[in-house]
């Protein structure tokens, strides 16, 4: 079974349809891109996902005994979130504090662990404001790994990076779901970078959806022409 299956979802604004049609799973150490132009649902979709919006049709299961607290969630980014006045230490424990009153010595190793695996252990100590815009980043998918025990999902995080800090930042997401096995749903601008990297392919901005492997996605006009920069999606 899949750890989460979209089966013919539709998501509304005040009655005013969206998305339609949309059906996709995810597996145990898939790398999914959804990819589509501005305001083509990508994000209504991922909080579809997170339940932070209901369909208005379809369903949204999960499965592997997969829980929606196990999910782990970076949000587009925002510029409250680029100004927060805590540590670094703060940021990535309050990724668990949101479910526990008190941290636990393991809960703290676990916020650790999550700056080790993004090759961040040296930012611990120091304050969230003064970052980099790329080190922001990376602190901020440490605190969402650590509520991420299976399945990690992303909306546009290399948004407002420079194309080195955006590089290092996707390495750093190849190794989350190498080396963790961890799942991973990624909205992307980018079809270039995104076919690097991604197992599958969900393009929200052709009827019908496209969903499938990477491989196959390649092959299909639309891609070709995105590829070639001679379509203006
Ligand atoms: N909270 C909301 N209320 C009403 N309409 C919304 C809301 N959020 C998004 N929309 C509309 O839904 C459509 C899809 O938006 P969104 O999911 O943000 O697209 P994307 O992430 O692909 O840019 C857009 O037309 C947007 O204006
Ligand atoms: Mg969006």
Same mark, same amino acid.
């Given at each position: 079974?899949?750890?989460?299956?979209?089966?013919?979802?539709?998501?509304?604004?005040?009655?005013?349809?969206?998305?339609?049609?949309?059906?996709?799973?995810?597996?145990?150490? %898939?790398?999914?891109?959804?990819?589509?132009?501005?305001?083509?649902?990508?994000?209504?979709?991922?909080?579809?996902?997170?339940?932070?919006?209901?369909?208005?049709?379809?369903?949204?299961?999960?499965?592997?005994?997969?829980?929606? %607290?196990?999910?782990?969630?970076?949000?587009?980014? #925002?510029?409250?979130?680029?100004?927060?006045?805590? &540590?670094?230490?703060?940021?990535?424990? &309050?990724?668990?504090?949101?479910?526990?009153?008190?941290? &636990?010595?393991?809960?703290?190793?676990?916020?650790?662990?999550?700056?080790?695996?993004?090759?961040?252990?040296?930012?611990?100590? $120091?304050?969230?404001?003064?970052?980099?815009?790329?080190?922001?980043? $990376?602190?901020?998918?440490?605190?969402?790994?650590?509520?991420?025990?299976?399945?990690?999902?992303?909306?546009?995080?290399?948004?407002?990076?420079?194309?080195?800090?955006?590089?290092?930042?996707?390495?750093?997401?190849?190794?989350?779901?190498?080396?963790?096995?961890?799942?991973?749903?990624?909205? #992307?601008?980018?079809?270039?970078?995104?076919?690097?990297?991604? #197992?599958?392919?969900?393009?929200?901005?052709?009827?019908?959806?496209?969903?499938?492997?990477?491989?196959?996605?390649? %092959?299909?006009?639309?891609?070709?022409?995105?590829?070639?920069?001679?379509?203006?999606?």
């Amino acid at each position: 079974m899949a750890l989460l299956s979209c089966q013919d979802a539709a998501f509304a604004y005040d009655g005013q349809v969206v998305l339609s049609d949309v059906s996709f799973e995810v597996n145990a150490g %898939d790398y999914l891109c959804i990819v589509g132009e501005n305001g083509s649902g990508k994000t209504t979709l991922m909080k579809g996902l997170l339940r932070l919006v209901a369909p208005l049709k379809g369903k949204i299961v999960l499965g592997e005994g997969l829980r929606q %607290d196990e999910i782990g969630y970076l949000p587009q980014q #925002s510029p409250a979130q680029r100004d927060f006045p805590a &540590s670094v230490k703060e940021v990535v424990e &309050s990724g668990i504090r949101g479910k526990r009153l008190f941290l &636990s010595h393991q809960d703290r190793a676990r916020a650790r662990e999550a700056l080790e695996l993004l090759e961040a252990r040296a930012l611990y100590s $120091r304050s969230f404001m003064e970052l980099s815009g790329g080190q922001k980043q $990376r602190v901020l998918l440490a605190r969402a790994l650590c509520s991420a025990g299976k399945l990690l999902l992303m909306d546009e995080p290399t948004a407002g990076l420079d194309p080195i800090a955006a590089r290092e930042l996707y390495r750093l997401i190849e190794k989350i779901n190498r080396e963790k096995g961890i799942a991973i749903v990624m909205i #992307s601008h980018d079809v270039h970078t995104a076919s690097q990297f991604a #197992s599958h392919i969900l393009h929200l901005q052709q009827t019908p959806l496209y969903y499938g492997r990477t491989a196959d996605y390649m %092959d299909t006009f639309h891609a070709q022409c995105l590829m070639g920069g001679t379509c203006d999606v």
